[in-house]
């Protein structure tokens, strides 16, 4: 292997070494407390939305409906209703709206007080 470094060296001295200019750091910035209050008003502004929203959605809680203790006898079922009728009978009389729901409530959902209850299968175990 030849090692001819003739035309390589010859193109190097081609180039001059520039002399090493001095190092300029830009200045610091004379107000670092903008940055600070910037950061301490978007806390601030997020710890307010938090605590607003945490009470707001606490205050509109549902109203809870108290069931009238169930009688021995059977009632007899209402005539079943519409979905209009459901509807309008809740804007217009929701006692009348409730009343209707719980005693539907007893037809189609099972007894939880019966022989075959599922409450009385997990009370057994």
Not at 106 to 119: D, K
Request: no cysteine.
């Amino acid at each position: 292997m030849i090692n001819n470094h003739d035309p390589l060296e010859r193109y190097l001295s081609e180039f001059q070494p520039r002399p090493v200019r001095k190092l300029v750091v830009p200045p610091q910035p004379v107000t670092p407390w903008l940055r600070r209050l910037a950061a301490a008003a978007v806390l601030v502004l997020a710890t307010g939305i938090s605590v607003w929203l945490a009470n707001h959605r606490n205050t509109s809680a549902p109203k809870i409906a108290i069931a009238q203790p169930q009688s021995t006898a059977p009632v007899p079922p209402f005539k079943e209703l519409g979905a209009l009728a459901l509807s309008k009978l809740a804007i217009e009389n929701s006692s009348a709206f409730d009343s209707y729901l719980l005693n539907q409530s007893r037809y189609v959902l099972p007894n939880p007080q019966g022989e075959q209850s599922t409450l009385r299968i997990l009370v057994a175990q």
